[in-house]
C-alpha cells in the first residue's frame, strides 16, 4: 500500500487553514494545520511533511524565518516550502524565492489554481514511474553531474544543495545542451501549465542555482529576449 502524502499547513487565518485543508484532504493528503511558526519548526523537524504551505505573517515567527531555518536543516531542507500570503510585491517573492520557497501563491487566489500548484509540488518531491525511468545520470565533461532519482548534485566534486524547483530547472535545461528555453516554457515544465508565474521569479531562480554552481554556474546562458539555455561544454 503506498503511504498517504501529508501535508502541514502553516496559516493564522482559520477560514484560509480550513479551506486549504479541505482541497488537500479531497486529494486523499493528510493534514496537520498551525497557526504559530515556532510551531511548524516543530512538528516539521519531528515529522517532515512532503509539503509545508506557509503563510508569512504569523504572530510569532515571520514565515520567511521559518523557511530560512527549515531550510538549515538537513531533515527538513528537501521539503518542498509553497508560500501563500497576502505580500504580492516583486521584492518579497523574489525574498521568498531566495529564502528557498518552491512556489509562491499570492491572495486571493484559485483554489483550483492553488491545488495544481501544490499537487505539483508533492509529485515533484515522489516522483513518478514516467520521470523516474529520466532519471538516468547525466554527466556533463565530468564538471556536472545529476541524479533525478537520488536529488543529487554536484559541481566539481562537491555536493550541491538545491531546492526542488531549483532542481528541476537545472534538469530541464541540462538534459539538452545548447537546447533554448523559454521562461514560460521552464514555468509549464517545473511548475505546471496552470501556473501563473512572474517571469522574474524564473530570473530570481536561474541566478540562485548560477551561485549555488560556482564555476559552473556559468554553463546556464542567458539568450536576450528568448529565454536560457545550457551550455553544451561545461567548465569546471
Known sequence: MTQARTALVVEDEPE???LV????????VEVTTTRSGRRALELARQNPPDLLVLDLMLPDLDGLEVCRRLKEHDETKPIPVVMLTARGSEAD?????????????TKPFSPKVLMARLQNAIRRR???QSQQSDS???RLDGALVLDRERHVVSASGAAISLTITEFEMLFLLAKRPGFVRTRDQIIAAVHGPLTVLSQRTIDVHVTAIRRKLGRCGGAIETVRGVGYRFAEEVRA
Open 136 to 138: 538516468v545520470l547525466i
Open 93 to 105: 517573492i523574489v525574498a521568498g524565492i531566495e529564502m528557498g520557497a518552491d512556489d509562491y501563491v
Open 16 to 18: 484560509i487553514a480550513e
Open 21 to 28: 485543508m479541505f482541497h488537500l484532504q479531497r486529494e486523499g
Open 126 to 128: 515522489t516522483p513518478t
